[in-house]
């Protein structure tokens, strides 16, 4: 009776969630419940639907147990979605030009990265990327069942583990912390670790990881790095036609980044714009527009622009920081360099020392530099970077090569300066009282011994009689100024006011240099020597060249900057006296002639030129209060010219052609 009582409490209508609860363990313990043979037979039906139900829910237990057991199995080990916070992404550092808006350079690891927060992603690129990938981004959990059944009815069908209806979380989880092994059993570790995503994170915190983690081919990770290695802009300024290009490249970046393969990007790309109107994102309007938009990638054969520039900065960099920071810390580097006048300096310098192999003279560089702040605006340390070794003839071995493009001549290169030197020797002779009406003789003169002669001579063999030191610097007259040196302004004396303006070469007593010293007898290198000149631009202030503006971290916060205060190294009235000298044409005329490249109808800007012995090297620096530029001209190997020219003729051609371009456009104080 008492179990016939019970069996009665089982059926009741009353107290439902609870009976079916008691069902539930009934039907479990049904096979194990003795039967009589006629209760067997009296019940044979009921024993049937019993047996459905009994297979049903064992089959249901055993898909959640089994799944369950499958779900803690695989968690143990997995990685903690916290990780996208605590870990630190690697991002490229950047260098760029004054402005922020070229790229000069890159430096990665493995990958090229720039994160950028989804607010400043185009909403046109996030669109794309959604109708592509993932349709329903906003609208599932995580995973999305309607793309794994597609998956797998197209798995059966091809007969192989091809597709997997990834969403973009699964995506993200796969590139962060999975292989790409297309197995079921690396599908259940990524489905798993999606799921605990999704429950944890926002859907627009996903998506801007997903957008700055993705590979887009040439090494570019995430939209901004894809924006710059493909567009050569920012993200933010991208096209609709631009945007749905970058979406085309995740289904296969490798395949479509190829040069060969282009057609099926476009392709490709199409079918996103497609997929936009279809999820209304778009209209078709809009749609056809950037269809028929030319898409133009830049060129990866030339990675660096101004490239011995930007080296330099690299070099620096890499001294102090550490190349392995670089590569991960994402740091942004606004240099000093002016890409407008960069261009115009590398144009000028290329076709100048063409023109100059006539000569026999094959290379050439140029500096300018702003000589208030001392910022490098342009330097270009070869005829050309990209040209190779053999490129002109004569590079018979690494010691007898007239031109070698990878060598920075304007800031490694030491060459003598000629006549260039001269003004540092006359400012020290006017800091000790002299001026420019100061007359010495021009004549022969042996400043040797009968037995060890030294006889200087000016460049057309003539001598003046008495001139004043006006005429001997703007004639650039060599006994006079060997004159000047000897007996005015002292050797020991001249060197230190050339290495007060910043000339560091000049490093043997003053005894090894000696009287050729004020021709050009010690070496230095093109960006000290125009630095040194930007004294006399700024009326006695020295600025050393400053290469960086600002470097910061992908937080905005400076990191570095530049805030030097220029220092007064020379009275004020010597720097305007030199100024007015080397400005001087009529002055200077008689030698040089009333209407020589040095001369300027419009503007008032001050110049010397220097040449060598031998004529090996040509210089010519000028300047403005705003702007000093120099240019040398020569053979790597310190060969001389077949035709001997004096700077006025090599260096100073490229150097006017230079200046012409650059005087309107720069701004006078």
Same mark, same amino acid.
């Given at each position: 009776m008492a179990k016939r009582k019970h069996n009665r409490k089982i059926y009741s209508v009353r107290n439902l969630p609870q009976q079916i609860w008691r069902i539930l363990c009934y039907i479990i313990k049904f096979p194990f419940t003795k039967i009589s043979n006629g209760a067997y037979q009296k019940n044979k039906k009921k024993r049937g639907i019993f047996f459905i139900l009994k297979f049903f829910i064992f089959g249901f237990l055993f898909f959640i147990f089994g799944f369950l057991f499958l779900f803690l199995y695989y968690a143990k080990d997995l990685p903690r979605p916290e990780k996208f916070v605590e870990k630190e992404l690697a991002q490229s550092t950047k260098i760029f030009d004054r402005t922020g808006n070229v790229l000069l350079y890159?430096?990665?690891?493995?990958?090229?990265?720039? *994160?950028?927060?989804?607010?400043?992603?185009?909403?046109?690129?996030?669109?794309?990327?959604? #109708?592509?990938?993932?349709?329903?981004?906003?609208?599932?959990?995580?995973?999305?069942?309607?793309?794994?059944?597609?998956?797998?009815?197209?798995?059966?069908?091809?007969?192989?583990?091809?597709?997997?209806?990834?969403?973009?979380?699964?995506?993200?989880?796969?590139?962060?912390?999975?292989?790409?092994?297309?197995?079921?059993?690396?599908?259940?570790?990524?489905?798993?670790?999606?799921? @605990?995503?999704?429950?944890?994170?926002?859907?627009?915190?996903?998506?801007? *990881?997903?957008?700055?983690?993705?590979?887009?081919?040439?090494?570019? +990770?995430?939209?901004?790095?894809?924006?710059?290695?493909?567009?050569?802009?920012?993200?933010?300024?991208?096209?609709?036609?631009?945007?749905?290009?970058?979406? #085309?490249?995740?289904?296969?970046?490798?395949?479509?980044?190829?040069?060969?393969?282009?057609?099926?990007?476009?392709?490709?790309?199409?079918?996103?714009?497609?997929?936009?109107?279809?999820?209304?994102f778009i209209g078709?309007?809009?749609?056809?527009?950037?269809?028929?938009?030319?898409?133009?990638?830049?060129?990866?054969?030339?990675?660096?622009?101004?490239?011995?520039?930007?080296? +330099?900065?690299?070099?620096?960099?890499?001294?102090?920081?550490?190349?392995?920071?670089?590569?991960?810390?994402?740091?942004?580097? +606004?240099?000093?360099?002016? *890409?407008d006048l960069q261009e115009l300096a590398e144009e000028t310098i290329k076709g100048g020392a063409a023109n100059n192999r006539k000569y026999g003279v094959y290379n050439a560089a140029l500096a300018a530099i702003s000589p208030k702040t001392g910022e490098v605006l342009s330097l270009v340390g070869s005829a050309d970077w990209y040209a190779t070794s053999s490129e002109p003839k004569g590079c018979q071995s690494q010691k007898n090569c007239l031109f070698e493009p990878k060598f920075d001549i304007a800031t490694l290169?030491?060459?003598?300066?000629?006549? #260039?030197?001269?003004?540092?020797?006359?400012?020290?002779?006017?800091?000790?009282?002299?001026?420019?009406?100061?007359?010495?003789?021009? @004549?022969?003169?042996?400043?040797?011994?009968?037995?060890?002669p030294y006889v200087p001579q000016n460049y057309d063999g003539l001598f003046r009689g008495p001139v004043t030191l006006r005429q001997a610097l703007a004639q650039s007259l060599n006994v006079p100024s060997v004159k000047v040196l000897a007996n005015l302004a002292g050797i020991e004396d001249s060197i230190k006011t050339a290495q007060d303006f910043g000339i560091t070469t000049l490093t043997k007593p003053p005894s090894f240099y000696g009287l050729p010293l004020v021709l050009g007898g010690g070496e230095v290198n093109l960006l000290e020597l125009i630095s040194a000149y930007g004294v006399f631009a700024t009326e006695g202030l020295r600025s050393r060249p400053v290469f960086i503006l600002k470097i910061i971290d992908p937080e905005g916060n400076i990191i570095e900057e530049n805030e030097k205060v220029p220092q007064r190294v020379l009275d004020k009235e010597i720097a305007r006296l030199i100024g007015s000298v080397l400005s001087d044409n009529e002055a200077r005329a008689p030698v040089f002639g009333q209407r020589s490249p040095l001369y300027f109808d419009n503007y008032q800007v001050a110049v010397k030129t220097g040449t060598t012995q031998d004529y090996k090297d040509a210089w010519t620096v000028g300047y403005t209060p705003s702007i000093v530029v120099g240019v040398w001209a020569g053979n790597n190997d310190n060969s001389p010219p077949k035709t001997k020219k004096p700077g006025v003729y090599s260096a100073g051609q490229i150097w006017r052609k230079f200046i012409d371009e650059v005087l309107p456009i720069i701004k006078e104080p």
């Open positions: 890159e430096i990665y690891g493995e990958e090229k990265r720039t *994160w950028v927060s989804l607010e400043k992603i185009p909403d046109h690129l996030k669109k794309a990327i959604i #109708a592509t990938e993932d349709a329903n981004f906003y609208r599932h959990f995580g995973v999305d069942l309607k793309g794994i059944v597609r998956a797998v009815l197209t798995n059966l069908e091809i007969k192989k583990f091809a597709y997997g209806g990834s969403t973009i979380p699964q995506q993200l989880i796969r590139s962060s912390f999975l292989n790409l092994q297309k197995t079921a059993e690396r599908k259940l570790r990524e489905v798993i670790l999606t799921l @605990e995503l999704e429950r944890r994170y926002s859907k627009d915190q996903i998506l801007e *990881w997903y957008l700055n983690q993705i590979p887009f081919g040439r090494n570019a +990770y995430g939209v901004e790095a894809a924006s710059y290695a493909y567009f050569q802009k920012s993200v933010v300024e991208i096209s609709l036609a631009q945007a749905a290009t970058l979406a #085309a490249f995740i289904k296969a970046p490798s395949y479509y980044s190829a040069e060969n393969n282009f057609p099926e990007l476009l392709g490709r790309k199409n079918y996103v714009l497609a997929r936009m109107v279809s999820e209304g078709p309007e809009e749609a056809e527009n950037a269809k028929k938009e030319e898409i133009t990638f830049v060129k990866v054969s030339q990675p660096i622009k101004a490239p011995h520039f930007t080296l +330099y900065v690299r070099n620096y960099l890499i001294e102090r920081y550490g190349e392995e920071e670089l590569k991960r810390k994402g740091f942004k580097v +606004y240099t000093t360099l002016d *890409w290169g030491k060459r003598q300066p000629g006549s #260039a030197f001269k003004p540092f020797v006359y400012a020290t002779a006017f800091k000790k009282g002299y001026s420019d009406k100061t007359v010495v003789v021009d @004549e022969e003169t042996n400043f040797g011994s009968p037995s060890h």
